[in-house]
């Protein structure tokens, strides 16, 4: 975390920024292993977790889509390192799993960048918000369910005042258009199909070879 009040993804590369000394403060700072204590508490209750049942639990790390945002090479892609990391995670969880991912979005643009590629990978799901009207104490929560459509959790805190701040967005992991920046659909495209392809390899289904033909526009016949 910051002191100077800059994003850690805006200051260095996370191999860099997380060095022996920031690593330190999440041991030794008593501030800050309480933060992160609340949030980690918070986002397994946000799984409602069945009772009576064994379940297995993957922790990826708090504000880690944060990073994936970020591009420090111009080999960086933030839209395709987002989806490479939400269909792997979606192709290692089984129908119904869950997962929670608190994270600071910086602006409504990274917001919806971030939803768009985890329901590209077959989520369904939405935002939860806790203490929508607060500034300091405001926590995005991205709740996600994987093969089903769940209720999402109600967010902390809005009931404290008369404003009328939503503290839930949801939407759905239906495979809907998504279209780039020229405004041009790009399913159906070429990388869509690899995406595909690759997604379905990962999870053992029979896939046709990749070749110089595949997302080509076929020619109609007469």
């Known amino acids: 975390m910051a002191s100077s009040g800059r994003r850690p993804e805006h200051m ?7 060095n022996q000394d920031e690593a330190k403060k999440y041991t030794q700072n008593s501030r800050m292993i309480e933060i992160q204590s609340q949030m980690s508490e918070r986002a397994v209750e946000l799984l409602n977790l069945p009772e009576g049942q064994t379940c297995f639990l993957l922790d990826v790390g708090i504000s880690a ?3 994936l ?3 420090d090479k111009k080999s960086h ?3 395709k390192r987002l989806h490479t990391f939400f269909s792997t995670l979606y192709s290692s969880l089984s129908r119904g799993a869950r997962a929670i991912f608190q994270f600071y979005p910086e602006n409504s643009e990274q917001l919806e960048l971030i939803t768009s590629q985890a329901m590209r990978a077959g989520f369904s799901g939405g935002m939860v918000v806790d203490y929508p009207n607060s500034s300091k104490a405001k ?3 991205l709740c996600l369910f994987a093969g089903v459509s769940g209720v999402l959790p109600k967010g902390l805190g809005s009931e404290a005042t008369g404003r009328n701040v939503p503290d839930q967005v949801q939407f759905s992991g239906q495979r809907t258009r998504f279209k780039n ?3 041009r659909s790009v399913k159906k495209g070429k990388d869509w199909i690899l995406d595909k392809k690759e997604r379905r390899r990962r ?3 029979e896939v046709r070879a990749d070749t110089k033909y595949t997302g080509r526009n076929r020619k109609p016949h007469f």
Do not use: I
Request: glycine residues 8%; charged residues 15%.
């Open 12 to 18: 260095a590369p996370p191999e860099v920024f997380y």
């Open 65 to 67: 889509l944060q990073w």
């Open 69 to 71: 945002c970020n591009a």
């Open 77 to 79: 892609s933030p839209p």
């Open 139 to 141: 926590k995005f929560f």
């Open 181 to 183: 920046m020229k405004g």
């Open 203 to 205: 999870q053992g289904r």
